[in-house]
């Protein structure tokens, strides 16, 4: 059954205070969240693993972190905000002068009221992260300072669904699971991704999805380490983020701009409300930019509304449930499930009466005085056998006539009834 905006909503709020990095506990608890949803495969790499140009890091572990006032109050406290701690802090224990501590707090004066979110993933640090107004008003004096982290040797933890289909071809789908205490980066496209997986294995397939869930770059890097022999076998795929925030939706176009997987998106997203966006591949983002290094060239695609900096609360405690919309997270996964659609129905169009336009009242398709066909699936039929000269395809008819997918793939199969269709 589709969820509904509210069970998505629900999902990224049990996702949302799960303590997330690339590594460690949080991670493993979030992919157990989300194997309630959908079956998941969990791949854990050690430590020292080479993957590609990088290396499996140490994994992470925090505890308890905080800092308390020259008065003994608590004034920053990890239980209270992930957010507080630098991601991958090294540990730390003792007293500080405030002139001392500055070194190690960092605050967003453009954003004065929000915890900022940092991380210190590969040069070893610490730190916390605090409201410039709450830091701007700390007195002089002794301040007392405990992260309590591991960092050590461990693994990386991936999930993987790999819903198996009718043909040897392969779709991937990517989600980052690395940060914490953020709704629509990322809690949203976990959300989105484990529903949509949930779909995929609700029917028969023809291509096979591999459904990833992993942290960003090193994950994605990891999983391509460690799929080589399945790289062939992929025909394109999506990265699906950020995508629960009330902004349009914004496709990112893989490297060439023009795969099966571009053509469907666009296609697709075309018909979605007003104000989407579609902007070319570029080597920063999220991990379609690892599919589409140059060893690679994977026609991956990217979903995702407000993305990167595009909007204020990005990468801040504003970042929150507030800011996700379940009816964001509807459409989001509606125009995914669609594109999906569209790729497993996609065919080339041969028109079996192509010489004038066949008699589609003979055939009971015509639409008279409560015939069956709507206008639009009227329109659609009549592109799909104008599109059907053996060089174009599904994608073509939807992209041509901005005709709605599910019209024109019941127009497509009403055609194949009548044997209009090769
Ligand atoms: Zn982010």
New binding site residues.
């Given amino acids: 059954m589709q969820p509904d905006g509210a069970t998505l909503h629900d999902l990224v709020r049990d996702l949302y205070p799960l303590r997330r990095s690339i590594t460690g506990n949080g991670v493993r608890e979030t992919l157990a969240l989300l194997q309630r949803v959908t079956p998941l495969a969990v791949h854990e790499v050690p430590t020292g693993t080479p993957v590609l140009d990088w290396e499996v890091p140490p994994e992470w572990n925090l505890r308890s972190a905080w800092i308390e006032a020259p008065d003994g109050r608590r004034i920053v406290d990890a239980a209270v905000s992930n957010l507080h701690v630098v991601g991958y802090s090294t540990p730390v224990s003792g007293d500080f002068q405030l002139e001392d501590l500055q070194a190690h707090l960092h605050s967003d004066p453009a954003r004065p009221d929000v915890i900022p979110?940092r991380t210190s993933y590969y040069s070893p640090a610490w730190g916390f992260c605090l409201a410039h107004r709450q830091r701007a008003a700390l007195r002089p004096g002794r301040y007392r300072v405990l992260i309590d982290a591991s960092l050590e040797p461990g693994s990386l933890s991936y999930g993987e669904a790999v819903i198996p289909g009718s043909m040897p071809d392969e779709f991937v789908i990517y989600t980052?699971t690395c940060?914490p205490s953020?709704a629509n980066?990322?809690a949203s496209g976990m959300a989105v991704c484990a529903y949509l997986a949930r779909w995929l294995r609700s029917a028969p397939r023809r291509l096979t999805y591999r459904v990833i869930f992993g942290p960003?770059t090193i994950g994605s890097i990891t999983w391509l380490a460690r799929n080589h022999e399945a790289i062939p076998r992929i025909a394109g795929g999506l990265v699906v983020a950020l995508v629960g925030d009330r902004g349009p939706l914004v496709y990112k176009r893989s490297w060439t701009g023009a795969s099966l997987v571009d053509r469907a998106a666009e296609a697709v997203l075309r018909q979605a409300p007003a104000g989407t966006r579609f902007i070319d591949f570029s080597p920063w983002g999220y991990d379609e930019r690892q599919f589409g290094s140059p060893g690679f060239r994977l026609p991956v695609g990217r979903l995702t509304r407000s993305a990167e900096e595009g909007y204020p609360e990005y990468?801040s405690s504003a970042d929150n449930l507030a800011l996700v919309d379940p009816e964001a997270l509807a459409g989001s996964l509606g125009v995914a499930q669609a594109i999906l659609r569209l790729l497993e129905a996609n065919r080339p169009l041969k028109n079996l009466s192509p010489f004038g336009e066949p008699q589609l009242g003979r055939r009971g398709l015509y639409r008279s005085l409560g015939g069956p066909a709507s206008p639009e699936l009227q329109r659609a039929m009549l592109w799909i056998l104008a599109l059907g000269d053996g060089e174009h395809d599904l994608v073509d008819a939807c992209g041509q006539s901005g005709l709605p997918v599910d019209t024109v793939l019941e127009a497509d199969q009403a055609l194949r009834a009548v044997g209009l269709l090769g």
Avoid: E
Wanted: net charge negative; aromatic share 12%; proline share 0%.
């Fill in positions: 979110y980052h940060h953020l980066d990322n960003g990468h």
